[in-house]
């Protein structure tokens, strides 16, 4: 039961280039969200899907793409890294039919723009 | 509306000591309130949650206490230990609802 996988943990980009943060559960949830985490700013939402084929911006969705064409993978696309897109990424992912409602978190990448 | 306030920043006390994390709400709307224990290098963790229609919900040594006028809710970590070491979040969302909104953590330090 591997839960929340998520690939890569380290990565380091040059500004302008693009990424692709991989997101995969293995748990049949519907539901999937991403988020950053900053110093002193908890954890902001990216992008959400509330399952296959649909999507939806969060709280800060600004230069990030998303697709969900299967129930178990998100991933993340950075269309052009920026510096302040240097942070801590987590998947996460949930389900309402179960019985505590909150999320099964990944273990992070941690991203870094030069 | 979508605020999560959450105090304090960081906590340090001793083994045994009772740390206590305050958070606040705005929006109605929010009926479910997890929160997080988070250790360094490892993604948030599920650790207890509790909804409005009760005031208190106790798991182990960890207790949540709400205020539902008040819109405020705390978690207790009773007899705390150094393991209990670790980044505290509280949330707020609605049942079954996928858009959590995060306080902005409380690192907690149990000296030894």
């Known amino acids: 039961n591997a839960g929340v996988t998520q690939t890569p943990k380290f990565q380091v980009l040059k500004t302008g280039q693009s990424m692709t943060l991989q997101c995969a559960q293995d748990m049949n949830h519907e539901y999937m969200s991403w988020y950053r985490q900053d110093p002193g700013m908890g954890l902001r939402l990216i992008h959400y899907s509330v399952g296959a084929g649909i999507t939806d911006q969060g709280e800060v969705p600004n230069g990030y793409n998303v697709s969900r064409s299967t129930t178990e993978d998100f991933p993340l696309r950075l269309l052009s890294a920026a510096p302040s897109q240097t942070s801590v990424y987590f998947c996460?992912?949930?389900?309402?039919?179960?019985?505590?409602?909150?999320?099964?978190f990944g273990s992070g990448t941690r991203l870094t723009v030069v | 509306q979508q605020q999560v306030k959450q105090s304090p920043q960081s906590l340090i006390v001793q083994k045994g000591g009772i740390p206590i994390i305050n958070c606040a709400y705005e929006n109605t709307a929010f009926d479910y309130f997890p929160w997080y224990q988070q250790f360094p290098g490892k993604g948030p963790a599920l650790l207890i949650a509790i909804r409005p229609d009760v005031s208190e919900k106790k798991e182990g040594r960890f207790t949540i206490s709400f205020n539902k006028s008040a819109k405020q809710f705390s978690l207790h970590i009773m007899d705390s230990q150094p393991g209990d070491s670790a980044t505290y979040f509280c949330?707020?969302?609605?049942?079954?609802?996928?858009?959590?909104?995060f306080g902005a953590g409380t690192r907690l330090f149990v000296k030894a």
């Open positions: 949330a707020a969302q609605r049942t079954g609802g996928f858009k959590t909104i």
């Open positions: 996460a992912s949930s389900s309402p039919r179960g019985k505590l409602y909150g999320y099964t």
